[in-house]
């Protein structure tokens, strides 16, 4: 599933296993971030509005006030959305509410601090933003999982992915993408032969990473191999989505130009979206 927006109408597309299809389309506010949630797409949009699509069926919702924008979205489960940007939104698709979850209930400054991306990755809830924040969220509790200020620098965390026993980061610092790993209070970096200037997205696959930026690569920080040159993809990368459904296990790659990449870590399908 991936959803797009013209600013001034969005719409859902499915893959179907041979193509995308678009199964809904909508008049409406700029769509920001969506996640798949049980049988339910959801999006958030500007000016506080949110979008629950089944099938062809859109739903508008109400989103807080001044909930600004929301840049990330996560299923917790079937029933639950968890959105970020100013702060944190709890969203019930079967009762159709909206809670407002703050950082600073569970004691972690938040000023300037906005939620770029929320991850689910190995059980894990990773919500990743500006000026250093990394948290792991558990619903009725979150843990920083590093000291803003032993980091000595200010990053902005976009992407999140755990293999094996690291959790790998992504983001962007002064306009250059990294990629790290939590060490301590702090992180350590590692080698990413990316330079575009917006941060990487990540995935994991098997034994290896597999980060989008200008261009795609897999494997491990020494390790990397390209998959897809800077001269193929259309634009750069700005999502990726693990399919654990297929054997063996596959990540679909997505252009800010309208195209999908399949890749099992080697053989790579391009399929364009629309």
Known sequence: ?????????????????????????????????????????????????????????????????????????????DDVALLGGAGLFVLSVTDQTVQRRRLSEFNISRPGRDVLRIVRTAGRTIVLGKKNLLVEYHGDSAVELVDRKAIGAELFFFGAAQ????????GSSNLRPFLARPAGNTVQFDDVPLTAKSPPVLAALADELLIGGERLL?????????????????????????????????????????????????????????
Not at 45 to 60: C, F, H, K, N, S
Not at 232 to 253: K, L, Q, Y
Not at 262 to 270: L, M
Request: hydrophobic fraction near 40%.
């Open 218 to 274: 897999a494997g491990k920080p020494g390790q990397w191999r390209e998959l897809v040159a800077e001269t193929t993809a259309a634009e750069t990368f700005i999502g990726m989505t693990p399919i654990t459904s297929s054997s063996p296990h596959r990540v679909c790659a997505f252009t800010s130009g309208g195209t999908s990449y399949f890749t099992d870590g080697h053989a790579v399908t391009e399929i364009d979206v629309f």
């Open 163 to 170: 293999l094996g026993p690291d959790l790998w980061l992504t």
């Open 1 to 77: 599933m991936c959803v797009a927006t013209t600013r001034k109408g969005n719409a859902v597309y499915v893959f179907n296993g041979g193509g995308w299809h678009e199964a809904a389309a909508w008049s409406g506010n700029e769509v920001t971030a969506a996640c798949a949630c049980g049988d339910a797409v959801v999006c958030a949009a500007l000016d506080d509005q949110a979008y629950l699509v089944r099938g062809a069926e859109v739903t508008p919702l109400k989103l807080p006030e001044q909930s600004d924008w929301i840049y990330g979205a996560a299923a917790l489960s």
